[in-house]
């Protein structure tokens, strides 16, 4: 089972942030937060991913509370090409036989 | 640098039959893990292959199996399709086996009638 907890579904406005929120409150010390999205018809794609410090790249940015136990993804300008259902996911990096558990996911539709 | 390729893309079959789908990694990818992908039960993991030796498995049937070859080609076989098979497949390649970034295919959609 996932072990994140996400909202099933949210909106925003195009050229707003959108901060998507997931709950990990059971996350072990070793187990780094991954979110990817995928976009209708498409295989998901990686996002980004991060142990306790904030990060950032060109897609996005990852903020993970103090106690790691929930995290917001944070889409800075969404567009309507960010449509999509994002997925939040937990666990150990480099650690073979640890496969991706996908939950349900958020469904984020943007709009013009 | 050319993606995830799977093929084919979409697939017809009856009961009973069985299906051989297709993946091949990114250039230089080593790992493939391969997903079922269905409206009920959403994603779920089935198996993960690295240096041609299978290092994960999920909670499917025998009726699911795999192999990896030497290129780190990669193909699924479902034997005696049920309906319940109907879904998409997605593939997904990374460097190595627990490698933080997986790369996925467009998958295959699979129709058992």
């Known amino acids: 089972d996932a072990k994140t907890t996400q909202p099933p579904s949210m909106d925003c406005a195009e050229g707003r942030a959108a901060n998507l929120p997931c709950n990990h409150s059971?996350?072990?010390?070793?187990?780094?937060v991954y979110w990817y999205r995928q976009i209708h018809s498409q295989g998901p794609q990686y996002i980004i991913h991060g142990l306790k410090n904030n990060e950032t790249n060109e897609m996005a940015s990852l903020i993970i509370t103090e106690d790691r136990k929930s995290s917001t993804l944070i889409l800075p300008h969404a567009t309507l090409r960010d449509t999509a259902v994002y997925y939040c996911i937990v666990r150990v990096p480099g650690q073979a036989g640890t496969a991706l558990i996908f939950g349900k996911g958020t469904t984020l539709s943007v709009s013009s | 640098k050319a993606g995830v390729t799977q093929t084919p893309r979409y697939l017809i079959k009856t009961r009973g039959q069985q299906v051989t789908l297709s993946c091949s990694p990114i250039s230089g990818h080593r790992s493939v893990s391969w997903y079922q992908q269905t409206p009920g039960q959403g994603l779920q993991f089935l198996f993960e292959?690295?240096?041609?030796?299978?290092?994960n498995k999920g909670n499917f049937p025998g009726r699911f199996s795999g192999r990896q070859f030497s290129n780190s080609r990669s193909e699924m076989n479902v034997s005696t399709l049920e309906l319940g098979d109907s879904a998409l497949y997605l593939c997904?390649?990374?460097?190595?086996?627990?490698?933080?970034?997986?790369?996925f295919g467009s998958g295959t959609q699979l129709s058992v009638l």
């Open positions: 997904a390649s990374s460097l190595w086996a627990g490698s933080e970034k997986l790369f």
């Open positions: 292959y690295f240096s041609e030796t299978q290092r």
């Open positions: 059971t996350i072990s010390g070793n187990e780094y």
